[in-house]
């Protein structure tokens, strides 16, 4: 943000999937700083609810998974602040880390199901009223696994790659329908809660594969997002952007 009004998200309403924790919760706070109405939609009521209170946002309960929950959350929206024109999906699941042939299918689809349709299915949500309205943006957050593959994280890497197709097709439908574009990101590892979760091996390699040399911090990634979702961002549309410490290049 700057003095002169670049970036600002005044009377926008900018929900944000996985936003009660990690990098959602970075990117609620920097849109909300940027002037949005911020919808804080997550699983976990407590830290949706204290986020939200604190940014002077509402925080929605429910799962991206639920075509049922995403309709109560939408009607939700749109009764208290007013129709969504920024959606960051940003919640998602690693899984288990393990050989991709060890893996059951349950959890593969465990993985693909949040990652993958629940991205699909907020983006289903979001599309008719920013097309009607002429406006919108969405951000959907990969990552670099998406690009390159990371060893023993094969769902995880197999699903952020379909969200970067996904946001390629998904942008090439809505093009020239009106100011709305539709980009991803591709952070490298960042440091968050979602790494309490991996084996310290699994860690030390992808750290070991950037460049600069450390993980990235949420308030890094919430920058990018917070251009990607403001008007000026109104030339750019079905890409992936890396966030990866020089990781990715391409």
């Known amino acids: 943000m700057t003095a002169d009004g670049m970036f600002r998200l005044d009377g926008q309403v900018a929900m944000v999937t996985g936003g009660g924790q990690g990098i959602g919760a970075a990117v609620c706070r920097r849109l909300a700083a940027g002037g949005a109405k911020v919808v804080v939609f997550d699983m976990n009521p407590e830290p949706a609810a204290t986020l939200a209170a604190e940014l002077g946002g509402i925080a929605c309960v429910g799962s991206v998974t ?10 939700e929206i749109e009764a208290k602040v007013g129709p969504i024109s920024i959606v960051v999906n940003n919640a998602g699941v690693t899984g288990r880390s393990t050989e991709t042939w060890d893996m059951t299918k349950k959890e593969w689809e465990q993985v693909f199901d949040v990652n993958v349709t629940g991205v699909f299915l907020c983006c289903k949500m979001v599309m008719p009223g920013m097309l009607a309205r002429g ?3 969405v951000i959907n957050v990969a990552s670099v ?5 990371n060893p023993r994280l094969g769902a995880y890497s197999a699903s952020k790659a379909a969200v970067i197709g996904l946001t390629k097709s998904l942008a090439k439908e809505v093009a ?4 709305i574009t539709v980009n991803s990101i591709s952070p490298a590892v960042i440091h968050t809660p979602i790494l309490d979760g991996l084996p310290q091996t699994t860690v030390d390699y992808m750290v070991s594969r950037i460049p600069i040399g450390r993980t990235g911090k949420p308030e890094e990634v919430a920058s990018l997002i917070h251009f990607l979702a ?8 079905g890409q992936c952007y890396d966030i990866s410490g020089g990781r990715c290049t391409y």
């Not at 403001?230 to 549309?237: A, H, L, N, Q, V």
């Open 176 to 179: 020239g329908k009106g100011d």
């Open 135 to 137: 406006y919108g943006r």
């Open 230 to 237: 403001s008007k000026e961002s109104s030339f750019t549309t």
């Open 145 to 149: 696994a998406g690009k390159e593959g």
């Open 66 to 75: 639920s075509e049922a929950d995403l309709e109560r959350v939408r009607l």
